[in-house]
């Protein structure tokens, strides 16, 4: 499986038979690069523009934007209801969470996630072995919060998303206050992970950065 950071919360997720899943793509107001992709299945977390633009994505695809079991092209989807904010959406509205499962390998993305999860949306989530965690704050759970739904979900790998970069037109945190609190942190050049299933067998958690360049 190959997941490849576009910025801000969009990831490009590729299973070994070529199934493309695209989560969350933005519009030119949020600074980074514009996603040009060919995608499948496209996922919604909610319906901000820095999240749901999907006149960028190209090809026969199919949009996902509810809560729910799905089965989509091969591949098992679970959309998870959670809330944007703290207040249950009173501020800004729903949020859902989505975990794929690409090869074998469970792969959950939280959106723009406000709150520290219950334990019926953990149990609903169910096993994660890598998550997509946004850390940035402001709109979503900041460093804090992030280190604590890691450890109620307890994956293999942890790839940050939704913080500041050199180009988000937002003012969030940088990634740097969530990386403070491990240990294992590997910061790629590149903006591709390739996940196998024998990268899950380790015992200490691991933080991927990936860069969107």
Known sequence: MRIKWLGHACFKITSSKGIRILTDPFDDNVGYPLPQVEADIVTISHNHYDHNFIDCVKGNFE????????????????????????????KRGDNIVYVFDVDGIRVCHLGDLGHILTPAQVEMIGRVDVLLVPVGGTYTIDAEGAHAVVKLLNPKI???????????????????KFLDKYSNVERLRVPVLEVKNEDLNKDELKVVVLNYK
């Open 158 to 176: 942890v790839i940050p998303m939704h913080f500041k970069t050199d180009v988000l037109k937002f003012n969030l945190d940088s990634v740097e």
């Open 63 to 90: 949009v996902l934007n509810k809560v729910g079991n799905f089965y989509i092209k091969d591949i098992n989807i679970t959309g998870v209801h959670t809330y944007h904010d703290e207040e249950k959406g009173q």
